[in-house]
């Protein structure tokens, strides 16, 4: 099992910029892959990015060049620094860690999600 702590989010304006931080329980090397959803009133979780235990990234068409995921393996977090924030960046957005299982199953583990909200 895994829990992860989210922190970071907030109120800021158009343009500016948020870092948000995901603190693991266990060593990140031994997670497959963790990454970033976010969640905007009545609209489904959509994957923000990925970053798998080999270093592969994965970024949705909406963040790239804005957004960059990272981690510190000595502190198992993960980061996600969000530049260049748009109103329609506003959702709450949560840290997943995905462990396999399986050789076609795996499990998801989700922090509590924190509010970043993009407004002037």
């Known amino acids: 099992q895994v829990q992860l702590v989210e922190s970071g989010g907030g109120l800021v304006q158009p343009g500016g910029s948020l870092r948000l931080s995901c603190a693991a329980s266990r060593s990140i090397f031994s997670i497959n892959a963790m990454g970033w959803y976010r969640q905007a009133p009545g609209k489904q979780r959509e994957l923000v990015a990925a970053m798998s235990s080999g270093g592969r990234i994965n970024y949705a068409d909406s963040v790239k060049g804005r957004f960059t995921i990272s981690r510190d393996n000595a502190k198992n977090t993960v980061y996600l620094q969000m530049n260049s924030l748009k109103p329609e960046d506003t959702a709450v957005y949560y840290c997943?860690?995905?462990?396999?299982?399986?050789?076609?199953?795996?499990?998801?583990?989700w922090g509590q999600g924190t509010q970043v909200t993009v407004s002037s």
């Open positions: 997943n860690a995905h462990l396999i299982t399986g050789p076609r199953s795996g499990d998801d583990y």
